[in-house]
């Protein structure tokens, strides 16, 4: 009998982290969607760069929740405050990890049109910029 009870009851790891993960995903595609359809109404994105927003979203909030589920389950089960403290923290991490690995800096969430896109300044290398000044020194004001 006491068998069957703890199959019953049994605490799944794997199970657990990837109902967290599906439920991280859906939120983060919620939370994307509904940004990404004010700025298509502002006609500030297209409908393409929309969609890829909220696909990198959706899999960047269910792996950082999934993942968190799985850390905090491991190390402070049942633990209360600190369990839900530890899950922020690592949830948060690991989505600062995605976000830089999914958008670099000339493609930033959500990517503008062209026309709204702020001008660049061209990057210079620094041992250019030693070069140039051993060439033309600067001269002193007398």
């Known amino acids: 009998m006491y068998d069957k009870i703890k199959a019953q009851t ?5 199970r657990a ?5 599906g439920v991280g995903a859906i939120m983060g595609a919620t939370s994307a969607a509904a940004k990404n359809i004010s700025m298509i109404k502002k006609n500030e994105i297209d409908g393409v760069e929309a969609a890829k927003s909220v696909l ?3 899999a960047g909030v269910g792996l950082a929740t999934a993942t968190a589920t799985v850390v905090i389950g491991a190390v402070l089960p049942r633990s209360g405050f600190f369990s839900i403290l530890g899950f922020a923290v690592v949830a948060t991490g690991t989505k600062m990890l995605w976000d830089k690995a999914a958008y670099s800096e000339k493609k930033a969430l959500p990517i503008l049109k ?3 896109k702020p001008e660049l300044k061209p990057e210079t290398d620094p041992e250019e910029e030693k070069k140039e000044e051993k060439k033309s ?3 002193k004001k007398k």
Do not use: I, N, R, Y
């Open 137 to 139: 020194p600067d001269k």
């Open 10 to 14: 049994d605490f799944s790891l794997s």
């Open 17 to 21: 982290a990837v109902a967290m993960g």
């Open 114 to 116: 062209p026309e709204l």
């Open 56 to 58: 990198k979203e959706s």
